[in-house]
């Protein structure tokens, strides 16, 4: 069954440097999301992408970070200068079409930031 | 603001005891409603998506239902492998807002 893979699935990374974390959505998906979950608290949005732009994001989704689709499978989400409260699980999903609502997440990737 | 919330927060219970979980919703414009599993240190895993009111989906021991202002997921006869955290969500503008999820422990 087709499914979302997510790389590293840990990082720990120092404050003020930049991460990359890697997810490569299903592939006939078309929508692409990432999310992040706090440890106890919800899920959050961060950004959607479709047809190579963001289409919404979220107030969290500032300037720290940037998506890109740098070829036909992977998508990566790009914090510049991390900070302390970044440490987050991240979770990348993807659906199929406009009319179809069903996101399928990955496994996600653990960030740790000292 | 959009805002799911779920009940309990938590719930206890023995095996094979019957129990079901609440989720409460004020989107507007109701595009689905979806149901997700989310293990320790996992992604949230899909199990339903419901449109309309009066709609019901089953997967071996869960049921969801939908009302015009809530859904429940009913789980009948549980089993220590379904203790996990159940998330609802809802979809708006494209997006996933879900709610705080309740965390099911089922003792043998």
């Known amino acids: 069954e087709p499914e979302v893979t997510q790389t590293p699935s840990h990082q720990v990374t120092q404050m003020g440097q930049e991460v990359i974390l890697r997810c490569v959505p299903i592939s006939n998906h078309l929508y692409f999301y990432w999310y992040r979950q706090i440890l106890g608290q919800k899920v959050e949005f961060l950004v959607s992408?479709?047809?190579?732009?963001?289409?919404?994001k979220s107030e969290i989704f500032d300037d720290q970070f940037s998506v890109e689709r740098p070829d036909g499978s992977n998508f990566t989400l790009k914090i510049r200068s991390t900070k302390l409260e970044d440490s987050a699980m991240y979770f990348c999903?993807?659906?199929?079409?406009?009319?179809?609502?069903?996101?399928?997440f990955g496994p996600g990737t653990r960030l740790l930031v000292l | 603001e959009d805002q799911v919330t779920q009940s309990p927060e938590a719930l206890r219970l023995q095996e094979g005891e019957s129990s079901s979980l609440n989720c409460s919703y004020t989107?507007?414009?109701?595009?689905?409603l979806f149901w997700y599993r989310q293990d320790p240190g996992k992604g949230p895993e899909f199990l339903f998506t419901?449109?309309?009111a009066g709609e019901e989906k089953e997967k071996e021991r869960l049921k969801a239902t939908l009302t015009k202002k809530e859904s429940f997921l009913h789980i009948t006869a549980p089993k220590p492998e379904d203790s996990a955290t159940y998330l609802c969500?809802?979809?708006?503008?494209?997006?996933?807002?879900f709610g705080q999820g309740t965390i099911l422990t089922v003792h043998p």
């Open positions: 992408f479709y047809n190579n732009e963001i289409s919404e």
């Open positions: 989107v507007s414009g109701l595009r689905g």
């Open positions: 999903a993807s659906k199929q079409t406009s009319a179809q609502e069903t996101q399928y």
């Open positions: 969500a809802e979809p708006s503008y494209g997006k996933l807002t």
């Open positions: 419901l449109y309309s």
